[in-house]
């Protein structure tokens, strides 16, 4: 009976195991197809000055409009396309496409309009990254300043001579260069202060945790203040709540981003978000 039971535990095991690894070959399959097939989309979420209101950037958010799945979130397929090292041609098309877009913005008369994109750690040890990122510069003609690169605490801390000196000749370039996630890592001060960083982007769950008590407001309040002393922009991300963003107002954060506002949205429809002026209202109390 035991024995019985032991071999249909084993049986159903691995018939569970080999589903698990059939899914995944099959996910990788369609994930490999999606480029081709023209199934990704790039969103964007709007990143709003605290000082006037207005949009003064966006970030670029991948999206996979799955065939039989529907609209798929980065955290459903960017683990598997890291690991296989599809995001190295996935990640370049998103290059692409926000740079062509952000072009095309300005050409509409959004000058100056700054646009966001996610770097992964594949991505970023890609010895030619520098040189695709150029190449993509000069296709699309967009002003390199125009362009922030964003990478996490992870990328950048696992090997911390090579990332400065990827970081650096990112710089060269001209393109801006963003810490995201901030806080969630562990990202030493004196890195910091090494990395040639122009931005430092607060994780979300400081921002949630600002009107939580006041250890979770001095903390983001703490940040807030060290980036201003390196001389960094500071970005709080995922700001939900009115609470929240009188608090970055009254703090002296430059730049928020989160759901109060907008969500990532189709390029089209943060067009016509520009096109109307949409601002963000800052008469909080
Ligand atoms: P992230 O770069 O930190 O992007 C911010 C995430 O927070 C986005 O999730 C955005 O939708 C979400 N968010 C923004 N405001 C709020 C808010 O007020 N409340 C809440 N709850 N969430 C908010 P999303 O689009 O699901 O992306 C998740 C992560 O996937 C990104 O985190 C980024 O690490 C990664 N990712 C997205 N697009 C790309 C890409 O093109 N390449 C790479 N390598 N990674 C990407
Ligand atoms: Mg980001
Ligand atoms: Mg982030
Ligand atoms: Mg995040």
Not at 48 to 64: F, I, K, Q
Not at 79 to 101: F, H, N
Not at 187 to 192: A, I
Not at 246 to 267: A, E, S, V, W
Request: net charge neutral.
């Amino acid at each position: 009976q035991a024995k019985d039971q032991g071999r249909n535990t084993y049986r159903l095991f691995t018939r569970e195991m080999n589903q698990k690894v059939m899914q995944r070959v099959s996910m990788e399959a369609s994930l490999r197809q999606a480029l081709e097939k023209g199934e990704f989309r790039v969103y964007y979420q709007p990143q709003v000055d605290l000082n006037t209101g207005s949009m003064v950037g966006a970030e670029a958010l991948l999206r996979w409009e799955h065939p039989g799945k529907g609209l798929l979130g980065p955290d459903e397929f960017i683990p598997l396309a890291e690991s296989s090292g599809l995001i190295v041609p996935i990640g370049e098309w998103v290059l692409a496409q926000a740079c062509s877009q952000a072009r095309s913005w300005h050409d509409q008369g959004f000058r100056g309009l700054l646009v966001s994109v996610n770097l992964s750690p594949r991505q970023f040890q890609q010895p030619n990254l520098v040189s695709q990122i150029r190449s993509i510069l000069t296709q699309t003609g967009l002003d390199p300043s125009c362009l922030e690169l964003e990478v996490t605490e992870s990328v950048v801390m696992q090997n911390v001579e090579d990332a400065i000196l990827t970081m650096s000749r990112l710089c060269k370039l001209g393109v801006r260069l963003s810490l995201d996630d901030f806080g969630r890592g562990y990202s030493s001060l004196y890195y910091l202060k090494r990395f040639p960083m122009h931005t430092l982007k607060i994780d979300r769950s400081f921002v949630r945790d600002i009107t939580l008590d006041q250890a979770g407001a001095a903390i983001v309040n703490t940040i807030i203040d060290m980036s201003g002393n390196l001389s960094l922009k500071v970005v709080a991300e995922g700001v939900e709540t009115k609470e929240q963003l009188q608090f970055l107002k009254i703090n002296r954060c430059d730049q928020m981003q989160g759901f109060l506002f907008c969500r990532p949205i189709p390029q089209k429809d943060l067009t016509t978000l520009m096109t109307e002026g949409k601002k963000l209202d800052l008469c909080v109390a």
